[in-house]
């Protein structure tokens, strides 16, 4: 009863409350599978191109962060860990918003979502280019 009043409290739809806990429970099987057996879905970009698209190596940072190899999370994708401080709280900003049905909107919201965007597209290049140009 204490879990109910606490989700009232703060605003949260119940429909998209078990929606968030269904994605976790998968994210949770997801990290749990890769980890029994090692299986990790591949990038169809990489597939497809031979490139690293801005994403490669999320799963190996996240679960990297999960055992709390700072390192190597930090080598599995570096743009991920330097965009961290905004990104966090940002998703969090979004996330939360959509639980409530109360969409987060204005400038402030947009700007760093598009922000984000623009640095993703830049590290997705340059992740690619730097070898090329003999910076790794």
């Known amino acids: 009863m ?8 703060l605003g949260i739809s119940p429909r998209r409350g078990k929606q ?15 980890q029994t ?23 190996t940072a996240i679960l990297a962060l999960l055992h709390g190899d700072v390192g ?4 599995a994708n570096p743009g991920l860990a330097f965009s961290l401080p905004v ?27 598009v922000g984000l965007i623009i640095y993703f597209a830049v590290w997705g290049v340059w992740r690619n280019l730097a070898p090329l140009l003999g910076f790794c």
Request: charged letters at 15%; aromatic letters at 10%.
């Open 87 to 113: 990104l966090a709280p940002w998703l969090v900003w979004v996330f939360l918003g959509w639980l409530r049905e109360t969409p987060a909107r204005g400038r402030a919201v947009n700007a760093v979502g």
């Open 37 to 59: 057996l090692g299986l990790f879905v591949p990038c169809p970009f990489h597939r497809l191109t031979g490139l690293k698209c801005p994403a490669c190596g999320i799963t």
């Open 2 to 9: 204490r879990l109910r009043a606490g989700i009232d409290r």
């Open 72 to 75: 190597a999370a930090f080598a």
């Open 20 to 34: 968030a806990l269904l994605v976790v429970g998968i994210g949770a099987l997801y990290a749990l599978e890769t």
